[in-house]
């Protein structure tokens, strides 16, 4: 589920954001919000969430700002050079036989695989990042 679009609201001089709580476990309390584009997700004190309705709440931005950051940090982990450019594409889409119009919309699960051919490159970078994580 995508989560909405989401409204800072100030509270007594703070500024607090809309966030969704993900999951509540003990004191502690995973929330994800849409930071400028951008999702986040971070763990924090469960008493930092101000309301909890309907499985969204309000969070101060100091709170989100003190959070333990949650998962992986992909744009650290992923080379900054990556590019799947339109030659790539088309060069995998040649290999998977779509030349045509009617080969395009015969096969689409076809040029999806062309697509991803395209990006194999990343596919076994973001493998390799996953194995090197511990458990």
Known sequence: MLFEVIMDFE?????????KVVKSKGQVTL???DDEGRFRRILIPREEVLSDKGGKGLVSQESLDM????????EIAIKKSFVITGAKVAEQLEVVGIWTKEDYAQNPSTVQHAVLGAAREIL???NAIIRNIPK
């Open 31 to 33: 929330v994800e919000w």
């Open 124 to 126: 076994v970078e973001l």
């Open 67 to 74: 959070g333990i950051p949650y998962g992986v940090n992909w």
């Open 11 to 19: 509270h007594d001089d703070e500024i607090l954001i809309e966030v």
